[in-house]
């Protein structure tokens, strides 16, 4: 498959993660009886596996892997902190305090995962 077209489901599925991880967060910490639903516990997986998959074409695609090329194993380890900080946030928290703290850390750790895709550098935000 063309290497812009996997780029754009990546790009796409990051959107799609992001925007749910947010709504997800602000639906909690409302109560909102929509974090019942079913779509909102299987549509994350769903996109999650689906950027996992795209990454990992990516990768092949361009001939860089984590382990090797630093700011792929960046992007990995920022990833694994990101599921870890969303499985606090969103199941294991007993307060509201270390539920919002985790919450806003995982989309934090989100944004440098995008500015380390968009460097190629696992130090985005300092000059090269
Ligand atoms: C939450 C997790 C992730 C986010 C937010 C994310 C974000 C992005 C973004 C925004 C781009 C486009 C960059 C640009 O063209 O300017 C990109 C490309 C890419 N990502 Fe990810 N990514 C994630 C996970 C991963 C993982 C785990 C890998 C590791 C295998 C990976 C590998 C790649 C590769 C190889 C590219 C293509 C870079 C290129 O063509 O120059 N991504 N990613």
Redesign the pocket.
Known sequence: MD?LVV?TV??AC?AA??TLFFLRGVWLLQGSPIMRQRWVKVVPHITDTL??AS??A??I??R?Y?GTDAW?TA??A??LL?IGLGMVAFRFSKTLRTRIVSWVAAQLV?FY??AV??A?SPLPFIAQ
């Open positions: 290497l780029k990546h790009v990051v993660s992001y950027l996992l990454a990992v990516l990768a695609g361009i860089q984590p792929l992007k990995v920022g990833m990101y989100f995962i995008v895709a968009r190629h």
